[in-house]
């Protein structure tokens, strides 16, 4: 055990179903571990952290709002999604091997203190404001991001 | 070795990764440090998932021993 405090950053640009999977299970892990780990939502990325309402105000951004509803429930696999039904299939295999749900690995990974932070400049892009991101989570930016990385022992981008 | 008995059992089995590990990390915190704590678990990967994460956060990881198609752990909180 070194001395100095043991730190990870992930950084999660997908909105894909498979990406977030394992940027929650490396960041509850990590946190278990005892390492302090932040976790930085970009772009697509922040699907994730979204409560799933509708988005936007101008006719683009109530666009992306609608293609992007429903938060992290609503997310599907990068390959095989076939308009949903993957998304469906794969939540089924999951459930029958045992794995956890997404929603309940990222309700760990707050639990356990991983520090949720949220891109500003792709949040005005999209029109997603912090009243659309459930609870807890910090506006930052490349910044913030970089900082965090320069202490980190390990940097994830997914 | 004598024989440790544990405080506490965590049954993680059926549970799969990383679930076997946080709940672990979990229930350690919930032990005064010099507590046993015994881990029942399912998932193949927990033998080198629960060896890692004693390494990285310094608990000790007393016996380790697989038991039909189990495998059992036995953690010591050292800090």
Not at chain 1, 2 to 28: R, W
Not at chain 1, 100 to 110: G, H, N, P
Not at chain 2, 32 to 60: F, H
């Amino acid at each position: 055990m070194s001395e100095e405090p043991q730190k990870s950053v992930i950084m999660l640009m997908s909105g894909d179903f498979d990406h977030a999977f394992a940027a929650f299970t490396l960041a509850s892990t990590g946190a278990a571990m005892g390492i302090e780990t932040t976790m930085f939502f970009t772009f697509w990325g922040i699907k994730a952290i979204q409560k799933g309402n509708f988005t936007g105000k101008g006719l683009f951004g109530r666009m992306v709002g609608v293609m992007n509803r429903g938060g992290i429930d609503r997310i599907g696999p990068s390959k095989f999604n076939f308009g949903g039904i993957g998304r469906w299939m794969f939540k089924k295999m999951m459930r029958d091997q045992d794995v956890t749900a997404l929603s309940e690995l990222r309700q760990q990974a707050i639990d356990l203190g991983v520090k949720f932070l949220v891109c500003t400049t792709s949040m005005d892009v999209m029109e997603i404001t912090l009243d659309d991101l459930i609870p807890g989570v910090e506006p930052a930016g490349a910044a913030t991001v970089l900082a965090e990385a320069q202490q980190a022992q390990s940097q994830w981008f997914i | 070795m004598s024989e440790v008995t544990p405080d506490k059992t965590l049954d993680a089995r059926g549970l799969k990764c990383p679930m076997p590990v946080v709940k672990t990390s979990q229930e350690v915190k919930g032990l005064p440090v010099g507590g046993v704590l015994l881990v029942l678990a399912t998932d193949p990967g927990s033998m080198a998932d629960i060896q890692a994460w004693a390494k990285s956060t310094g608990n000790e990881l007393v016996k380790m021993e697989k038991v039909e198609k189990e495998f059992h752990f036995l953690i010591r909180r050292v800090k």
